[in-house]
């Protein structure tokens, strides 16, 4: 069954080696969902697109569908990865900035905003200033929130995206190149732990939707 779940899944990851364009489209639709707070992770987007990328790039092992066919181009790649983060993180900063007043007495402020989360922004913005745009960049569960934040509290847009885009450059198409350059040890480690990364998965899953389940009480009890 595991080897079944396996080859299936490096069979998913294949077919998209010698699709670059839907590639690039899935990168961006992926990156301004995790952006706007959905439960799509950026780091495995990124992950999975590197991936894609070291497949492309290794024909003997991955073969393309048929001859002539364009794989997924690492650089290209790169470049749109880091482009769909800074523009989606852009985009948050720009409604906090311009719809802040209204958003904040909406119920999906409240909830992805407010609170404990809000306090927490607010002290690291009065303890690193504008520099706290970037940290937000290595904050999964902070993005969102933090990119809002920098809107809604008066970051200058030229500060935000001078620190964003920094922030981006560094680590988005590092992990590109990472994982497109040793994307064989990544498979074998996959293999060789895929029992622990399962269980690993469903325990995360398992806590995400005890939290949810936890904080809607939270809200409707309040």
């Not at 364009?21 to 697109?49: K, N, Q, R």
């Not at 119920?107 to 200033?129: L, P, R, T």
């Not at 509290?153 to 190149?177: C, R």
Request: proline share 5%; charged share 15%; hydrophobic share 50%.
């Amino acid at each position: 069954m595991m080897e079944f779940n396996e080859a299936g899944l490096m069979a998913f990851f294949a077919q998209y080696a010698y699709e670059p364009m839907y590639v690039y489209g899935f990168i961006v639709t992926f990156m301004f969902a995790s952006s706007f707070g959905l439960p799509v992770p950026e780091e495995l987007t990124l992950v999975s697109a590197g991936l894609v990328a070291f497949m492309a790039k290794n024909p003997d092992l991955f073969p393309p569908p048929y001859e002539g066919a364009v794989g997924v181009d690492t650089f290209t790649l790169a470049v749109v990865c880091f482009l769909a983060v800074f523009f989606s993180d852009l985009t948050v900063y720009m409604i906090g900035k311009f719809f802040g007043g209204k958003i904040i007495k909406t119920k999906f402020f409240q909830k992805q905003v407010a609170g404990e989360g809000f306090n927490k922004i607010n002290s690291w913005f009065q303890k690193y200033g504008g520099w706290a745009c970037g940290i937000f960049r290595f904050t999964p569960g902070l993005r969102f929130p933090g990119h809002m934040s920098c809107g809604l509290l008066g970051i200058s847009v030229w500060k935000f995206m001078a620190v964003d885009g920094l922030a981006a450059i560094i680590s988005v198409p590092t992990q590109v190149y990472f994982v497109s350059t040793y994307g064989n040890v990544i498979i074998e480690k996959m293999r060789e732990f895929k029992l622990t990364v399962a269980a690993v998965l469903g325990i995360l899953i398992l806590v995400w939707l005890i939290r949810k389940v936890y904080l809607k009480n939270v809200r409707r009890n309040a």
